[in-house]
């Protein structure tokens, strides 16, 4: 994916995070809850 082009892409569960890379490029970590990370993995969208 080209830098600047990734916008609300959802990665990764590792320790039972998301890390959601921000259209500034800022990156939002939060808690994900067993069914957000069933949720997440299956819908993984990049923008």
Known sequence: TTPGTTRGTTTGTTAGTT?????TGETTITIATEETKAATAGSTTAG
């Open 19 to 23: 890390s959601t890379v921000q259209a």
